[in-house]
């Protein structure tokens, strides 16, 4: 099976960096992925990691090692609309959905 | 674009009746649409997988009598809980996966059921 452990809340203040981590065992690995969900909201994507190394999408920026099970999400610049739950997600390896990680809550400080 | 829409947003039913939720993909193609709830502060839970054309596949625990799921086409997938009680009550979110990138789901806005 998968699963998948995150911080489950983090506190930065504006303009700060914070790194969220994401460590996950499975099965079979395709990949890491990241969402962002808002209060009441539906889930974002933000970022994919099929291979090891940093994607970089403007403020945010993603990490993978898969020798090390091992993966964060980088946002930079904090901004008060950056306060939100950030979930970890993988793919199952003999379907098509993804498993999720328990989330992140953030919270940017003034 | 890859936008998917949910309806309806929000509903309030009685206890012991039956809602539908729509969940569509409005500009792209989806063989495969999947249903998840999620309670406050808690994660995502996948219920079921929905494949066009065919009957879905249900996740462990979850009563497929209950939770009836039906994708009609390429475009469309609804929900239908059955027999609503209070405990049904929770945020019922779909999404639907594009053919490529392969592993991106694009969500619906979600919808808050609440059994009274």
């Known amino acids: 099976g998968q699963s998948l452990e995150q911080p489950s809340e983090v506190t930065a203040v504006e303009g700060a960096i914070v790194q969220i981590n994401c460590t996950y065992q499975?099965?079979?690995?395709?990949?890491l992925s990241w969402y962002q969900q808002h209060d009441g909201g539906a889930p974002t994507f933000l970022s994919y990691?099929?291979?090891?190394g940093l994607e970089e999408t403007g403020r945010f920026s993603s990490f993978l090692s898969r020798s090390d099970s091992y993966g964060y999400l980088l946002l930079q610049e904090l901004q008060m609309k950056d306060s939100a739950s950030y979930f970890c997600?993988?793919?199952?390896?003999?379907?098509?959905?993804?498993?999720f990680g328990p989330g992140t809550r953030l919270s940017v400080l003034p | 674009g890859a936008v998917v829409s949910q309806h309806p947003s929000w509903v309030i039913c009685k206890s012991g009746t039956s809602v539908k939720i729509e969940c569509r993909s409005l500009?792209?193609?989806?063989?495969?649409m999947f249903w998840y709830r999620q309670f406050p502060k808690q994660s995502l839970m996948l219920m079921a997988t929905?494949?066009?054309?065919?009957?879905?596949?249900?996740e462990q625990g979850v009563e497929k009598d209950k939770f009836l799921i039906n994708h009609a086409s390429l475009t469309l997938s609804t929900l239908t809980v059955t027999s609503a009680h209070p405990e049904d009550s929770s945020f019922y979110i779909c999404?639907?996966?594009?053919?490529?990138?392969?592993?991106?789901?694009?969500f619906g806005p979600g919808t808050r059921l609440t059994v009274l």
């Open positions: 999404s639907a996966k594009k053919a490529s990138p392969a592993d991106t789901q694009y």
């Open positions: 499975t099965s079979g690995f395709y990949g």
């Open positions: 990691n099929g291979l090891d």
């Open positions: 997600a993988v793919r199952a390896p003999y379907g098509q959905n993804f498993v």
């Open positions: 500009d792209f193609q989806a063989t495969t």
């Open positions: 929905s494949n066009e054309g065919s009957k879905a596949t249900y």
